[in-house]
Nanobody, 115 residues
Framework: QVQLVESGGGLVQAGGSLRLSCAAS????????VGWFRQAPGKEREFVAS???????YYADSVKGRFTISRDNAKNTVYLQMDSLKPEDTAVYYC?????????WGQGTQVTVSS
């Protein structure tokens, strides 16, 4: 069993920054990939970024150069640093992990970017 808890969302003006955190518990955190997804009102949930336990990091084209994903295995936490935020980044952001074939999601954290 894996529990994921997001935090760090809020209201920010366009051009501003936020850092989201995803705290994980329950399994060997360093051995599984963690990703961030987001869902805007009326839209499907979409991929934002992921960080495997090994090497490569992946970003959606829409956030490349603005968002940075990182992890601190000692703290069982994955971060999403979001810079140069745009109104179109407004969404609920979810943390995701796939462990032993099971998909786990956090409860989400709201990010609102005002123009």
């Amino acid at each position: 069993q894996v529990q994921l808890v997001e935090s760090g969302g809020g209201l920010v003006q366009a051009g501003g920054s936020l850092r989201l955190s995803c705290a994980a518990s329950g399994r060997t955190f360093s051995r599984y990939a963690v990703g961030w997804f987001r869902q805007a009102p009326g839209k499907e949930r979409e991929f934002v970024a992921s960080i495997p336990w090994s090497t490569s990091i992946y970003y959606a084209d829409s956030v490349k150069g603005r968002f940075t994903i990182s992890r601190d295995n000692a703290k069982n936490t994955v971060y999403l640093q979001m810079d140069s935020l745009k109104p179109e980044d407004t969404a609920v952001y979810y943390c995701n992990a796939i462990v032993a074939g099971t998909n786990y999601w956090g409860q989400g954290t709201q990010v609102t970017v005002s123009s």
